[in-house]
């Protein structure tokens, strides 16, 4: 996460309702794992676990939407949890797609080797 980058133009006018979105730009693109799990209901237990029950999140392209929040709200902690669970996720995408790398790697390997012993058993085969 970087910065907030918009709420509501009521809010500049004083009009603006108690809880509203607040949208937060990401660093990096999210891949499409993150944009899941991000407003999943693993997060949305967490959040109401820290007493933020009211508040979703909502991913939109490289924009985190806080909605039913403040910058009040934000300011006191919850944008240190939120960013705490988007960089949980972040790793956990990671090592998943790591591990997918892995097993890839390692079934392309032993593809490989049996196709090596296959063919050196054709070739051993003579039929003079």
Do not use: C, W
């Not at 006191?76 to 995408?93: A, H």
């Amino acid at each position: 996460m970087s910065s907030v980058v918009s709420v509501p133009r009521e809010l500049y006018a004083g009009t603006a309702p108690a809880r509203y979105t607040v949208s937060a730009r990401f660093s990096r693109s999210v891949n499409p794992v993150e944009s899941k799990l991000i407003p999943g209901p693993a997060v949305r237990e967490r959040l109401a676990e820290q007493g933020y029950g009211d508040v979703s999140l909502y991913v939109d392209d490289r924009r985190l939407e806080i909605r039913n929040t403040s910058l009040e709200e934000l300011k006191s902690g919850l944008s240190t949890l939120i960013g705490s669970l988007v960089r949980e996720i972040s790793e956990q995408s990671r090592h998943e797609r790591e591990q997918r790398n892995e097993d890839a790697l390692l079934k392309s390997q032993a593809d490989e080797a049996r196709r090596k012993t296959i063919d050196a058993l054709a070739h051993e085969i003579s039929f003079d």
